[in-house]
């Protein structure tokens, strides 16, 4: 089961390793306050909507916001007492609540573990927030009474290895999900928490009847439960879904309990037991629940998407095999994020995949072909499809076929600055940006006018190994791509590289460098 965690781990670090500006999880620092502007960092795991106008982008890098559309961005400063700091997780709203979590790095015996490092919260849409330490029980807060009966929990005492991943807001309540922590909820704002118990590994309906078993997230050779392991959930109404390391739990609020069943690959032929992301989508009168189930532990379980129609009675499989993020809808329209791609579906079984995101008719592209979330906002009228990548944001009509996309960069415009510079620095060519099997590296420049524009890469010993022109019209901020290879499509050796930038216009030119550290 800890293939499990590490592969989410993995995941959530791969997506934020955000070019040459990655924020740092072991930084524990809270006495920075307030916002500045431009976008946190340079892509987004979530994108949420609030109010008449608000977008919420989540990342490594921390949370960051527009609210006009997209014409100006602010970020918040992690450190502020009243904010989680580290790499958020998850980000739910309801109304003018929002809630977020975050993880960070600490070191423990020598040993770095992920670590819970809590919950923010603002009842006015970000304008003001407050700040919950991660929940955690004392050594001896072992019982809790549930629908008239006490239960025994395994106290967790410790936010290490205590990671909230997903979080759902409702009028009533906010419920987490954690790894060690399980499933809670709270409906003061989080002063209490409730401790909500599921099935176990081999209890498929769980009641009012009296719980025999222990709820506890070790593994089940430890005594534990993988089913107490959450990852995912989603909450409406009466009705609250729950995925974990051992299926997707379906509640229903009682008085004093919730009635649970659980599905998964062994009892309902979902394609794996470990559920990342759940989502429920309206249309028609029509109510569907989604989910990203990847391969557990038992033989037979495979990665991609089950969703059912009818409240869990059955469950069908669709885009098998694809490794998938995220799910978004809008009206009849499934969207499903995966490290493939975005698919797009009418029926739940026919895939369209878009190309990854370019600009109108420049250069601009986003450089990866993973997508990690999406989201659709209808505010406006005319309906708006968001994506969060590795390599930036982008947005575009849901029937167009270009895109705006939003960098994090700096302009080589600004005083101070340098003429040019290139990111990621250093450059992975078989990690960053990729696309069809290659990588990519940025290399910024501005233009006062349309120019024509001279790219070459030369080795540490000053020889020339790559060389591209172009004519360009856009001014302002641009960039040359470079794939890390020779002209003859050979990978370069590990090294420092010098790039050159050339600007002709008019009979004039200005060469610019900057300094490139490639490593393989």
Partial sequence: MRNFFIHTVVFFLLVNNVHAFNYKLNSTTRDTVGTYPGMANNGAVDIVFQGDSLIWFAGGGGLFKTE???????????????????????????????????????????????????????????????????????????????????????????????????????????????????????????????????????????????????????????????????????????????????????????????????????????????????????????????????????????????????????WKNTLNGERGYSIASFDSITFISTENGLFKSFDGENWAKYAPAKEGESDDRILSEIVYCSNVDTRTGEPILWIGTGDGIAKKKINDVYWHIYHKSVSTNLDGQPDIYAYPNPFYPNHHNQIDGNGFVRVQYYLDKPADVILEIFNFGMERVYKTSNYVSNSGDNCVIWSGKTEDGNLVANGTYFCKITKKNNGKEKSSWTKLILVK
Wanted: overall charge negative; aromatic content about 14%; some cysteine.
């Fill in 68 to 314: 006009d559309f997209g014409k100006s961005f602010e970020s918040y400063f992690m450190g502020d007492s009243m904010m989680v700091y580290g790499a958020i997780t998850a980000v739910a709203s309801y109304d003018s609540v929002i809630w977020l979590s975050a993880v960070f790095d600490s070191l423990i015996n020598n040993e770095e573990q992920l670590t819970g490092s809590g919950l923010s919260f603002s009842k006015d849409c970000g304008e003001t927030w407050e700040y919950i330490d991660q929940p955690i029980d004392d050594r001896y807060d072992e019982w809790d009474i549930w629908a008239g009966d006490t239960v025994y929990f395994l106290p967790v005492t410790t936010p290490v290895n205590n990671t909230t991943w997903d979080i759902a807001v409702t009028q009533e309540y906010v419920y987490i999900v954690s790894w060690a922590g399980g499933l809670r909820r709270s409906a003061d704002f989080g002063k209490t928490w409730q401790r909500l118990p599921l099935p176990s590994d081999d209890t498929d309906f769980m009641g009012d009847e009296k719980i025999t078993f222990e709820i506890n997230p070790r593994d089940p050779g430890a005594g534990g439960n993988h089913n107490h392991k959450g990852f995912s959930v989603i909450a409406y109404g009466d009705t609250v879904w729950v995925g974990t390391a051992n299926g997707i739990n379906r509640g229903i609020l009682k008085d004093d309990y919730i009635e649970w069943r659980k599905f998964n690959a062994q009892n309902s032929a979902i394609s794996g037991n470990f559920v990342v992301s759940l989502h429920r989508q309206i249309y028609d009168g029509k109510e569907i629940v989604w989910a990203v189930t990847m391969s557990a532990e038992e033989s037979g379980e495979f990665r991609g998407i089950s969703y059912t129609s009818d409240g869990g009675l059955t």
